[in-house]
């Protein structure tokens, strides 16, 4: 008996006869009769999966699908039923355009249905499919799963931590080059800073680096008040994640979940999942948590293997302040050419113990200096 989740019962049959390469066949009652057959049976009655019916599955050396039933010991999970690549295709051939593996990409995770509805509003959005525009689309329709929501990778004005440049520039072609050894592969980074340093910032630069997609696991919103129920929403997410690789998935603020004084039930069980999977994970995804307090978190969710390397980050000093002030004022007065006056409108100074300045911050003054001074003229 195999479980699995899905929410397109329109495209069931097909997604499982091409999986299996058997007729599937909607089954009501167990009986050894109906078992004679060369088919995949699947069915949405939890009162199937009994030891009597296992037991005459296995006698018959044949296969059950139940599909979105209750947890059951007898069943083996799978989570979400998993989509071949070649319906994919299939669908983005019925809008007139061969699938490209960005594309593929951008559809990945998706049942059938979704991927189609996903491509008809793309089209009539923007008047292609590009795989940007599927993503701008699909980010806008929000979260993929519950708990699960794609973010735009988008920086802006920004200016990345040189520890975070560093490791860019070593790791990006051993995780983005699929035929680099496992060991060679990065697995993630702990960002971890006062609010307002750029940590989340941080991790929409490296999947805009990277030309992947940014997904947010937002832990809090998994949970549920049955048991049992958020550490299977926690796993399907989890296994979803990895069917989107390659990508970059954020655990944003993650002190606020997994503390080291959690109770011992559901958080520490999701804990225990949540480190299993970090350490044994074989897949392309690239794990970025952050956090505003170090201290706050198990040290075993950043240990070697889990995660390669804890950054912390820190405001913007005078220096590099002043810098990105200027790139900001000559971006945002193009095309004109600012002047040294303009250039050098702000002034930043170091107080000892001073944590520096946020991009937010700095950004937000030299919009407001721009606007009092009138410097941009805007087209009538």
Wanted: proline residues 6%; glycine residues 6%; neutral net charge.
């Amino acid at each position: 008996m195999i479980g699995v989740q899905t929410e397109d019962f329109l495209n069931l049959e097909d997604v499982l006869q091409l999986i299996a390469q058997r007729k599937p066949h909607h089954l009501k009652k167990v009986t050894a009769m109906a078992l004679q057959s060369d088919l995949l049976f699947w069915t949405g009655e939890d009162e199937l999966a009994t030891t009597e019916n296992y037991e005459l599955l296995r006698n018959k050396e044949q296969t059950l699908v139940l599909v979105n039933t209750k947890p059951n010991p007898l069943v083996f999970n799978v989570g979400e039923l998993p989509v071949p690549q070649e319906m994919l295709e299939k669908v983005c051939a019925e809008y007139g355009q061969a699938a490209s593996p960005q594309m593929l990409q951008a559809l990945k995770g998706l049942t059938i249905k979704s991927a189609s509805e996903l491509l008809l509003m793309t089209s009539a959005k923007y008047g292609n499919l590009l795989a940007k525009n599927i993503r701008l689309m699909r980010q806008a329709l929000g979260q993929s799963a519950q708990g699960l929501y794609p973010l735009t990778t988008e920086v802006g004005y920004y200016e990345p931590d040189e520890q975070l440049q560093a490791w860019l520039n070593i790791n990006a072609q051993y995780f983005l080059n699929p035929k680099s050894p496992p060991e060679f592969v990065p697995r993630g980074l702990v960002f971890a800073g006062v609010p307002g340093v750029g940590k989340t910032m941080a991790a929409r630069y490296i999947a805009n680096t990277l030309h992947l997609p940014l997904y947010r696991m937002d832990v809090a919103t998994v949970l549920n008040r049955y048991i049992g129920e958020s550490e299977n929403r926690f796993r399907s997410n989890l296994q979803m994640i990895e069917r989107e690789s390659p990508c970059v998935v954020l655990f944003d603020e993650i002190e606020k979940v997994f503390v080291q004084d959690a109770d011992g039930g559901t958080i520490e069980r999701m804990l225990s999942q949540l480190l299993w999977w970090l350490s044994d994970h074989e897949s392309r995804v690239l794990s970025i948590m952050t956090t505003n307090n170090l201290q706050k978190i198990p040290v075993e969710l950043y240990r070697t293997g889990r995660i390669d390397q804890v950054i912390v980050l820190h405001g913007l000093s005078a220096q590099a302040a002043s810098s990105f002030t200027q790139r900001l004022i000559t971006e945002m007065l193009k095309p004109n050419k600012p002047s040294l006056k303009q250039l050098h409108s702000l002034n930043f100074t170091s107080a000892p113990g001073f944590a520096g300045w946020s991009h937010s911050d700095v950004q937000a003054m030299v919009v407001d200096l721009i606007k009092k001074q009138g410097w941009l003229k805007l087209p009538p």
